[in-house]
C-alpha cells in the first residue's frame, strides 16, 4: 500500500519561510518523480514543484521559481519542499505526489495534504 504523508505546514507571516516534508512507503520512489501541488479554497489543484528521480532535474511553476526548492533523499524515501518569501496568495494545502513525468501528467500517487496559511 502506498503512503505518503505530509508534514510541516503551518500559519506563517508574509515574508516567513516554511519547509514541508513528505515520507513515501510502499513504493521505490527513485523509480519517480516526487513533486508538490497545491489547492487554494475555490480553486483548483495546481501544480508547485517536482523532482525527477534522479534529482537532477526539478520542474517549478513560475509563481514559485526564485522563492520554493524542492528536494529529494531516495534513500530516505523523502521529499522536501523549502519555501521562502511566502505570499498570502501562496495559502493552500499542499500536496505530496508520486508518479511519471508529474510536472505533466497527473499523478498517481497522493498524499493526504498538508495546510499552509500566510498571513498579510
Known amino acids: 500500500q502506498v503512503q505518503l504523508v505530509e508534514s510541516g505546514g503551518g500559519l506563517v507571516q508574509a515574508g516567513g519561510s516554511l519547509r514541508l516534508s513528505c515520507a513515501a512507503s510502499?513504493?521505490?520512489?527513485?523509480?519517480?518523480?516526487m513533486g508538490w501541488f497545491r489547492q487554494a479554497p475555490g480553486k483548483e489543484r495546481e501544480f508547485v514543484a517536482s523532482?525527477?528521480?534522479?534529482?537532477?532535474?526539478?520542474y517549478y511553476a513560475d509563481s514559485v521559481k526564485g522563492r520554493f526548492t524542492i528536494s529529494r533523499d531516495n534513500a530516505k524515501n523523502t521529499a522536501s519542499l523549502q519555501m521562502n518569501s511566502l505570499k498570502p496568495e501562496d495559502t493552500a494545502v499542499y500536496y505530496c505526489?508520486?508518479?511519471?513525468?508529474?510536472?505533466?501528467?497527473?499523478?498517481?500517487?497522493w498524499g493526504q495534504g498538508t495546510q499552509v496559511t500566510v498571513s498579510s
Open positions: 510502499g513504493l521505490t520512489v527513485s523509480r519517480y518523480d
Open positions: 505526489a508520486a508518479g511519471i513525468r508529474i510536472h505533466i501528467v497527473t499523478p498517481s500517487n
Open positions: 523532482a525527477a528521480w534522479s534529482g537532477l532535474t526539478t
